[in-house]
T-cell receptor, first 114, second 108 residues
Framework: NAGVTQTPKFQVLKTGQSMTLQCAQDMNHEYMSWYRQDPGMGLRLIHYSVGAGITDQGEVPNGYNVSRSTTEDFPLRLLSAAPSQTSVYFC?????????????FGQGTRLTVV | TQLLEQSPQFLSIQEGENLTVYCNSSSVFSSLQWYRQEPGEGPVLLVTVVTGGEVKKLKRLTFQFGDARKDSSLHITAAQPGDTGLYLCGGGNEKLTFGTGTRLTIIP
């Protein structure tokens, strides 16, 4: 049972480059979300989705785009990477958008922008 | 935006001691969750509290939800090195957001 799978695990980008962080879940969860984790900042919500075709902004959405064309996949796109986007990124999924259901996290993508 | 504040930010204690960490907000939550995160891993759910005043126990860990559903606490009895990690509280009425976390270190 794979759960939530994130790729890649590590990535180094140059300023201005673009890339997509992949996230896939095999639990048929409706709710998926992306967080970034910086030292001393906990987890900050970037974007989230309550189902296929529906996305919304979180606390820190600037510089990131998402789409949700299928239930399983929720990619995060950086259009023009900046050093301020150096962080560890986590994708999570849960059964539905109702709060109180368990969120399952991937192992994270460590991104460095130079 | 519903903000969750956690305290203390860092805590380092000796094995066998007791400790309490806190999660506070000015907003009412329908539920709050506690997660533990170990280095290089994603957070893992410990407990969900739903009812104001609720107390849940998980072995040596005791979780309490405030009567007004604006705050929660985590108490660990006789801390062990395996309790070391980052403890995060999370909640939200339509999207799951987290506090800044408490980084706990238990010294053998």
């Amino acid at each position: 049972n794979a759960g939530v799978t994130q790729t890649p695990k590590f990535q180094v980008l140059k300023t201005g480059q673009s890339m997509t962080l992949q996230c896939a879940q095999d639990m048929n969860h409706e709710y998926m979300s992306w967080y970034r984790q910086d030292p001393g900042m906990g987890l900050r919500l970037i974007h989230y989705s309550v189902g296929a075709g529906i996305t919304d902004q979180g606390e820190v959405p600037n510089g990131y785009n998402v789409s949700r064309s299928t239930t399983e996949d929720f990619p995060l796109r950086l259009l023009s990477a900046a050093p301020s986007q150096t962080s560890v990124y986590f994708c999570a999924s849960s059964r539905d958008g109702g709060m109180g259901t368990e969120a399952f996290f991937g192992q994270g993508t460590r991104l460095t922008v130079v | 935006t519903q903000l969750l504040e956690q305290s203390p930010q860092f805590l380092s204690i000796q094995e066998g001691e007791n400790l309490t960490v806190y999660c506070n907000s000015s907003s009412v939550f329908s539920s709050l969750q506690w997660y533990r995160q170990e280095p290089g891993e994603g957070p893992v759910l410990l407990v969900t509290v739903v009812t104001g005043g609720e107390v849940k126990k998980l072995k040596r860990l005791t979780f309490q939800f405030g009567d007004a559903r604006k705050d929660s606490s985590l108490h660990i009895t006789a801390a062990q090195p395996g309790d070391t990690g980052l403890y995060l509280c999370g909640g939200g009425n339509e999207k799951l957001t987290f506090g800044t976390g408490t980084r706990l270190t238990i010294i053998p």
